[in-house]
T-cell receptor, first 113, second 118 residues
């Protein structure tokens, strides 16, 4: 079956530090990969996605590259801000076989000023 | 993206009672899902709400405990039946498959319903 393994947190950083959150996956087909973010007190939002190998998703300074050879989709940001403090979830779906999302455990990131 | 609303946004319920959560979308969507997020945990899919037919439940979830309706392409309900404190969670609906964006394979989530069972 499909599954996602995500780097465990919590992660605490200083402002302007480099952030990376590791995510690897197991899938039977050719999955689509996502990063979702949940800011404190808010709902789940799609941060970025990639639907095929070597695609790079990017948004709000965050990037993740779909690496089929290493079955990974690591999230990176070069210079974090306090406003990036949130819980980040890696997820995959496997269309057209399976549209449901399988989520990683989530990584709590706290950025200090 | 679609606008997704859920009612109620939160509730505190007594053990043994049932609560029905509504999910309303402002446009027709192909697929609707219900997830649960237990305190401090990730999201777990409960079921896929199928329009005009019975929902498809994931392992560990059953219709008697979580009956789901989806009468049309913009609305669904999830009922949490005979609640216990272990059902305290955030329940979220998500949607996918807008008319012109069906190929984008993106799920959008509602704001969630925070349920506390005493």
């Amino acid at each position: 079956g499909n599954s996602v393994t995500q780097m465990e947190g919590p992660v605490t950083l200083s402002e302007e530090a480099f952030l990376t959150i590791n995510c690897t996956y197991t899938a039977t087909g050719y999955p689509s990969l996502f990063w979702y973010v949940q800011y404190p007190g808010e709902g789940l939002q799609l941060l970025l996605k990639a639907t095929k190998a070597d695609d790079k998703g990017s948004n709000k300074g965050f990037e993740a590259t779909y690496r089929k050879e290493t079955t990974s989709f690591h999230l990176e940001k070069g210079s974090v801000q306090v406003s990036d403090s949130a819980v980040y979830f890696c997820a995959l779906s496997d269309p057209p076989n399976d549209y449901k999302l399988s989520f990683g455990a989530g990584t709590t990131v706290t950025v200090r000023a | 993206s679609a606008v997704i609303s859920q009612k109620p946004s939160r509730d505190i319920c007594q053990r043994g009672t049932s609560l029905t959560i509504q999910c309303q979308v402002d446009s027709q969507v192909t697929m609707m899902f219900w997830y649960r997020q237990q305190p401090g945990q990730s999201l777990t899919l409960i079921a896929t709400a199928n329009q005009g037919s019975e929902a498809t439940y994931e392992s560990g979830f059953v219709i008697d405990k979580f009956p789901i309706s989806r009468p049309n392409l913009t609305f669904s309900t999830l009922t949490v039946s005979n609640m216990s404190p272990e059902d305290s969670s955030i329940y979220l609906c998500s949607v996918e498959g807008f008319s012109e964006l069906a190929a984008d394979n993106e799920q959008f989530f509602g704001p969630g319903t925070r349920l506390t069972v005493l």
